[in-house]
């Protein structure tokens, strides 16, 4: 399943590469909600909030009331997962604030799982050189994204893998890594970082492996359809 993403950053919809370089920016959200109502489910990101910085509070819940979505970005407590879904969220994505310095955190993991239904929550197991980063990519921990599946499945319903060493650059997702998660776990995997064709997406789907798609649709290297 092909499942399109928005960023969100400063009030625009953008696209970054590898998290740091502004690709695309622009200020027609609701050009994008139009495109993309036909689709089962969008991944909506403020990252703003998962850089600690003024949250776009107002247009994630414009589009989580106009779109199915599985909304992530600064989800740091209970209460904030709490309120996405209030606000129309189909599922929360969880990144740094299931893990610590020493990898994951098991007790926040278990809290999340205990507050809310286990099947809205999506883990995001980011990956740059092997290892699982943090804190907006910049923070590597000791351990594999495997290691993270492996210790997370009890307390998530999916799983958000994304290989950070081609995020944003239409090079291709390496379909090595991607496949070692998926078998390291019995959860859904959704797979990012790179994707730039449909025959890319096709594979996934046909490995039971659906896929987030940003850059690829924004700069219209990609067709779009539901």
């Known amino acids: 399943m092909l499942i399109p993403s928005i960023d969100l950053m400063g009030g625009r919809v953008v696209q970054l590469q590898q998290g740091e370089r502004l690709a695309i920016a622009t200020d027609d959200l609701d050009g994008w909600i139009e495109k993309f109502s036909g689709f089962q489910i969008v991944q909506l990101i403020d990252l703003d909030a998962a850089m600690g910085r003024h949250a776009n509070d107002d247009l994630v819940r414009r589009v989580a009331a106009a779109l199915p979505c599985q909304v992530g970005g600064g989800v740091r407590s209970i209460d904030r997962a709490e309120d996405l879904i209030t606000a129309g969220a189909r599922r929360v994505i969880l990144g740094s604030s299931l893990f610590n310095d020493r990898g994951v955190n098991r007790a926040r993991a278990e809290a999340f799982a205990q507050a ?20 907006g990519w910049k923070t590597a921990l000791p351990i594999t994204p495997e290691d993270a599946a492996r210790a997370l499945e009890p307390f998530v319903g999916t799983f958000l893998y994304t290989h950070v060493d081609t995020e944003g650059l239409l090079t291709g997702l390496n379909l090595t890594p991607v496949r070692s998660v998926q078998a390291a776990t019995k959860r859904r995997l959704i797979a990012a970082g790179g994707i730039k064709s449909r025959d890319e997406v096709d594979a996934l789907d046909a490995l039971g492996i659906d896929a987030v798609v940003g850059m690829a649709i924004y700069t219209g290297a990609m067709e779009i359809k539901p």
């Open 116 to 135: 809310l239904d286990p099947d809205r929550l999506i883990g995001a197991i980011d990956s740059r050189g092997g290892k699982v980063v943090i804190n």
